[in-house]
């Protein structure tokens, strides 16, 4: 890297020792979101790297917004945290998926009100667990570096490590924002007692029961008549009343009722005229003697789907039968909650009024689960500190867990029902080049004019629109992309000057560019490369702590190919004696195929000088059985593993890539469907993919690969 001879502000010179007296650097910054990590802002000379002309690698020109990757997430939840969705219901975090919608929120004028927001990434990793419990019941487990939001601003857990800048941090004089959860953990299995109250409720709410007597047409005596149906404008209510029937073992035919008008949706009915159906229902919606809990559950379920309402914060549950009215209110009562019943109308309906706000909605919806989505909604509403959320203590577990985070496009979400901070996007242990450990993780360096002289760069006339590649060196989309968003600028420099390129990354905020690429793809060729190397979760909690899980970047992957991209995967490396068996290679390229992937790229494990003494006193530690294997595998200063080896991993590949059809060359990872004009046209011959360029020299193996160690 080159530094522009111009010195704009103060280094922290304690961060990484040296850099102080390099020009160029703008300041070293610390912030909340990124706890241990410093960033220092460069004012570069040069983008566009050319790669030497000894290297072995098979490309001329790099470009590397970052030196050192920010991997070291520690922001982190416990998977079975509830995160609210946007439509209204709650999912574990460990269910959230990249691309979900969830509920985040954002500031409009002097309110913080609740929004949609899209979750644009998901990993997990290891850390030392804290329970936060709160005066409602509420409790989370999350790290010590993770915010929550108080009504005094965002706090994390615990106050910053010995040594560290100190932050704020929660405390028992602290209240959270939100409305909470409370202290039951709600069982939503459909046990046939919520099933018999949702029907209950849903039917005498407001199904049409008919038994008569008719005569004859023939004028010889009567028959008796049994009709029932359901007419319903939401097909989730009636679809969930058609299978609990079902289950009940009455079947029903399905037709239209009311076509849709200019002020009135379209309504579909449920029906039977079978004198056993009729009986069966009747029987399954009689009052039970002595409800049980799941029944109430289930029967404010169905009552509140056909006759509920919740606006403008008000939520309501009416009907003109007083034993209705009465059901309704004991099944609230039931579970504590507190209720008006409001007076007759002229019309002769009864409300059933819930009172408490919006903490009191909220563990309704939890607790009952109605199936009408629509009745949930909470978007738009006004975030507020009304809800009994003081918190009462704070404590160590005494161990570290599994934990799960997200990245949202608002920068936070809600967890158990309080607002929980957004951490951003990714992390990786995929290179080590400032050295074995953690400078590499802290210390990043972020060249901020990076676009803008790429940008400038691309203009001369010297300028022979090679193919350009993206995450050879460091992670383009490594975690400090979600804060500094230099790719964007990237890519639009590389496409309007008719440049082709492409990206490697482990990174799923590549999905947040997605569109521009797809852009970019109709002027120049470009090429997207996802780099995968362990689907054992467990395994990749050890090695890749904090990384985003392999089902995340296949997620990515198959956004990617969905956007009309051919993904390439770089199943590398590949480590000896933990995944490079049969089975591991097998079940990797089976659920690289079932992501749309068209290629894999595969390669042993390389240790370079300094990050192989970590690995291998983190082999002690986790398998010291396969030690003296690893010391005869790459002996002394040896970097590769042998020859002999990866003739041995060739013939167990190899033949496994093309069972899975995933043994093509770098024939065309141009998106389907997009013609490529412009300068572009003229370079084909030089940028088929990731792979071949002009060296000439490049193989799939030899290409640049993403190191772990």
């Given at each position: ?65 970052y ?19 946007a ?13 979900d919608m ?15 927001a ?13 329970r ?156 039970p ?10 029967f ?30 004991n ?10 019943i409001?007076?007759?109308r ?19 919806f939890?607790?009952?689960?109605p ?61 080590l ?13 972020v ?56 990206i ?8 947040r ?15 997207i ?135 093509g060359?770098a ?43």
């Amino acid at each position: 890297m080159r530094w522009q001879g111009q010195e704009l502000g103060i280094a922290d010179a304690a961060a990484l020792p040296g850099l102080e007296h390099l020009k160029g650097l703008v300041q070293s910054v610390t912030t909340p979101e990124f706890a241990g990590v410093t960033f220092h802002e460069v004012l570069c000379k040069t983008a566009l790297n050319h790669v030497p002309g000894a290297s072995a690698m098979p490309f001329d020109w790099t470009v590397n917004p970052y030196r050192g990757c920010s991997h070291a997430c520690v922001y982190c939840l416990d998977p079975s945290t509830m995160i609210l969705m946007a439509d209204g219901r709650s999912k574990a975090l460990r269910d959230v998926a990249v691309g979900d919608m969830v509920v985040g929120t954002e500031r409009e004028g002097s309110y913080r009100r609740y929004t949609a927001a899209t979750v644009s990434a998901k990993w997990s990793t290891r850390k030392r667990a804290h329970r936060v419990r709160l005066a409602d019941g509420t409790e989370l487990i999350a790290s010590a570096d993770h915010r929550f939001l108080t009504e005094r601003g965002w706090k994390y857990v615990r106050p910053a490590p010995s040594g560290s800048p100190q932050r704020p941090f929660l405390t028992t004089n602290n209240k959270l924002l939100g409305f909470g959860i409370g202290p039951t953990a709600i069982d939503h299995a459909e046990s046939p007692a919520y099933r018999t109250g949702y029907l209950t409720g849903m039917i005498r709410g407001d199904a049409m029961m008919l038994k008569r007597e008719y005569p004859r047409a023939n004028g010889r005596g009567t028959y008796i008549a049994h009709r029932f149906r359901l007419a319903l404008a939401d097909t989730e209510a009636l679809d969930r009343s058609r299978r609990y029937l079902a289950v009940s073992g009455v079947k029903t035919n399905t037709r239209v009722f009311a076509e849709a008008t200019a002020n009135r949706r379209a309504m579909d009915a449920i029906f039977t005229s079978r004198a056993a159906d009729y009986e069966a229902i009747t029987s399954l919606v009689s009052w039970p003697q002595d409800p049980s809990p799941d029944w109430h559950r289930g029967f404010l379920a169905g009552v509140f789907d056909a006759e509920g309402s919740c606006s403008r914060g008000i939520l309501r549950i009416s009907n003109k039968d007083p034993q209705m009215i009465a059901a309704i209110h004991n099944a609230l009562v039931a579970y504590d909650f507190d209720v008006a019943i409001e007076p007759i109308r002229p019309n002769g309906v009864t409300s059933v009024r819930l009172r408490g706000g919006l903490a009191e909605r909220r563990r309704f919806f939890e607790l009952v689960q109605p199936a009408i989505t629509r009745k949930l909604a909470l978007l738009g509403a006004a975030v507020k500190s009304d809800a009994p959320l003081r918190i009462v203590s704070i404590e160590d577990v005494g161990e570290t867990i599994d934990m799960v985070d997200i990245t949202t496009s608002t920068g936070d979400f809600i967890a158990n029902g309080v607002v929980s901070h957004n951490c951003f996007a990714r992390g990786t242990h995929e290179y080590l080049e400032l050295d074995a450990g953690r400078d590499f993780d802290s210390q990043v360096i972020v060249k901020i004019n990076v676009a803008e002289v790429l940008e400038r760069e691309l203009r001369r006339g010297s300028w022979a629109h090679e193919p350009v590649m993206l995450g050879t060196n460091t992670d383009p989309y490594q975690r400090a992309e979600g804060r500094y968003k230099l790719m964007p600028g990237i890519v639009s420099a590389l496409t309007e000057s008719g440049t082709p390129f492409s990206i490697l990354t482990k990174g799923t905020l590549l999905r947040r560019d997605l569109p521009l690429l797809r852009e970019a793809a109709a002027s120049v060729r470009v090429s997207i490369a996802m780099s995968i190397a362990i689907f054992d979760e467990a395994l990749q909690h050890l090695i890749e702590p904090g990384t985003p899980t392999a089902a995340a970047r296949l997620e990515t992957v198959r956004a990617a190919t969905e956007t009309g991209f051919h993904v390439t995967v770089f199943l590398m490396p590949i480590i000896p004696h933990l995944t490079d068996s049969i089975a591991a290679i097998d079940d990797a390229l089976t659920r690289i195929k079932a992501a749309g992937a068209t290629r894999v790229v595969y390669g042993a494990l390389h240790l370079r000088p300094g990050a192989k003494q970590w690995f291998m006193q983190w082999l002690e530690q986790q398998h010291p059985e396969l030690v003296s294997s690893y010391l005869g595998l790459y002996p002394g200063a040896s970097a590769n593993a042998p020859k002999a080896y990866r003739a041995w991993l060739a013939k167990r590949v190899r033949p496994l890539l093309r069972v899975h059809g995933l043994d093509g060359r770098a024939e065309d990872d141009h998106p389907r469907g997009t013609p490529v004009s412009g300068l572009a046209a003229r370079a084909d011959a030089r940028a088929s993919g990731i792979i071949t360029t002009s060296r000439g020299r490049a193989s799939a193996a030899a290409v640049a690969e993403p190191r772990l160690f």
